[in-house]
């Protein structure tokens, strides 16, 4: 049996079956580990379907619900899904960025692990990690080492959960994390212990389990970590940015669409109708795109018209115009904006009188305060999954000072444009409460790393010519004074005058 952490497969889970764990006791298993994953297992299953209904809804696969009055059933397939959702998770996501670790009194940010961090994908799970645990409410990171190499892969609380420990708050006593699915249940999972972690694998369906333990190398720590967003006392692991709300929302303003779709169908295409017009007739007004409805003579039993009947007349039929709909959609995104911090241009709501800068800077007021007490939430796993990294990278079981006294430095969520970032920066400059030529300020003005190192060097090097430019100006203008020639003349043929 070989210890590994991965992804689970790629499944369509919109037809797939609920994700649910329904483990038996395993005889080579203790009492207390059976009774473990006997209730984690029962976590899993008490928010299946909760967890099924966010993935649904931020991929805009839910399906439309009729309220069965204005809206025929023949009309459903070309409803239009709305993917306001994931516009809502996606645009607090970015503003949740993790730029790196920094020291307490250190200009630069800490790189003893840049290596590490790019051969595990660290950044990129992380920023997985983040976007899944908007969308569940909470989601996990993982870290082993086996056959020496050193793998940190992120969960979703569809795969994974854990029992919190007692006397660390925050911190797991236990964790579960399942490495593939089948359609009948869980095929490998893993189960983390302080310093050590189970496999239990099932090869085909009915098989027993295969039980195996490997140490983690990680005495009195559990390699797996809980990102929870806003949790509360009665909600201890988080909840989803998917509320109930905005699920509500985002059905109303569907069916709202397509009763304007469908009648645009009819308002671009006015219908037609003729009264005391033969059907004959009634064919020449016929379209394809329209319709023709005739109202044949009035005839007597032999049918002939009968005297003073009202004479043939064509006319349109009155159809109501699509505003109301508009109207309703606009409202219900600007509800939905309301709930989810946003500005209602996001949603794609245009108005005659465009958002000024100063409302759309309160709607985003809100969302770059929610990020960044969001950013506080998961200050505290994310460097206890750096610093699990830094042990195994470093095949050590106690933390120096220094990796102790990290700490996260997340991205500014509110410089939300390069322009604005560094705008704000250059008047730092000005006032000189920032130093011009820095790696950190070319860092905090919103460049890469990279590109810092290489503007910093290029500063660098821009100031030792300018210097040197300096030095010899001041020596030509000693040559050229009468006063300072002869003794310039001297140092340089190496006699000292006195």
């Known amino acids: ?75 459903e397939p070309y409803a239009s899904v709305l993917g306001w959702n994931a516009t809502a998770v996606d645009a607090l996501a970015r503003r949740i960025q993790l730029d790196g670790f920094v020291r307490r009194g250190s200009v630069d940010r800490f790189d003893g692990l840049d290596r590490t961090f790019r051969d595990t994908g660290f950044y990129q799970q992380h920023k997985m990690a983040v976007q899944s645990m908007l969308i569940y409410g909470v989601a996990f990171m993982a870290t082993l080492k086996n056959a020496g190499t050193l793998q940190v892969q992120a969960y979703s609380a569809r795969d994974a959960t854990g029992l919190w420990d007692p006397v660390r708050p925050g911190r797991l006593r236990v964790g579960l994390a399942v490495q593939e699915w089948s359609h009948f249940g869980p095929k490998s999972l893993l189960l983390f212990y302080p310093g050590q972690v189970i496999q239990l694998e099932r090869p085909t369906v009915g098989a027993d389990w295969q039980v195996g333990r490997f140490s983690t190398g990680l005495p009195g720590r559990v390699s797996l970590r809980a990102f929870r967003f806003r949790p509360q006392l009665d909600k201890p692991w988080g909840q989803s940015r998917i509320n109930r709300p905005m699920m509500s929302l985002a059905r109303s303003g569907a069916r709202s669409f397509l009763r304007g779709e469908m009648n645009g169908e009819v308002y671009g295409y006015p219908q037609l109708y003729g009264t005391n017009t033969p059907p004959e007739a009634a064919e020449q007004f016929r379209s394809g795109m329209a319709r023709f409805f005739a109202l044949d003579y009035e005839r007597d039993e032999d049918g002939a ?103 996260c430095d997340m991205h500014d969520p509110a410089m939300t444009t390069r322009y604005s970032q560094r705008m704000a920066l250059a008047s730092l400059v000005t006032a000189g409460a920032v130093v011009p030529g820095e790696v950190v300020t070319y860092e905090a003005a919103g460049y890469s790393r990279a590109t810092s190192l290489r503007l910093t060097e290029a500063f660098q090097e821009a100031e030792r010519r300018k210097n040197q430019q300096a030095i010899a100006e001041q020596a030509l203008a000693a040559r050229s004074n009468p006063l300072t020639s002869a003794l310039v003349a001297a140092r340089e043929s190496g006699v000292e005058q006195s």
Do not use: C
């Open 1 to 75: 049996m070989m210890l590994g952490i991965g992804p689970g497969p790629m499944v369509d889970v919109s037809h797939e079956p609920e994700r649910l764990l329904n483990l038996p006791r395993i005889a080579e298993l203790s009492d207390a580990e059976n009774a473990d994953i006997a209730e984690m297992s029962e976590q899993v299953r008490r928010v299946a379907q909760r967890n099924r209904e966010r993935f649904v809804f931020y991929n805009a696969e839910q399906a439309f619900v009729n309220m069965g009055v204005a809206i025929p059933p023949e009309f």
């Open 305 to 407: 018209p009968v005297k003073d009947a009202p004479e043939s007349k064509i006319g349109q039929v009155q159809i109501g115009s699509q505003q109301p709909h508009m109207d309703q959609l606009r409202m219900t995104a600007t509800m939905f904006a309301a709930e989810s911090q946003l500005s209602p241009d996001k949603l794609g709501v245009i108005h005659d009188n465009p958002s000024s800068a100063d409302a759309i800077d309160r709607a985003d007021g809100e969302l770059n305060d929610l990020a960044d007490e969001t950013g506080r939430d998961i200050d505290d796993p994310t460097v206890d999954l750096m610093q699990d990294v830094w042990l195994l990278a470093n095949n050590s079981v106690t933390l120096p000072t220094d990796v102790e006294a990290l700490a």
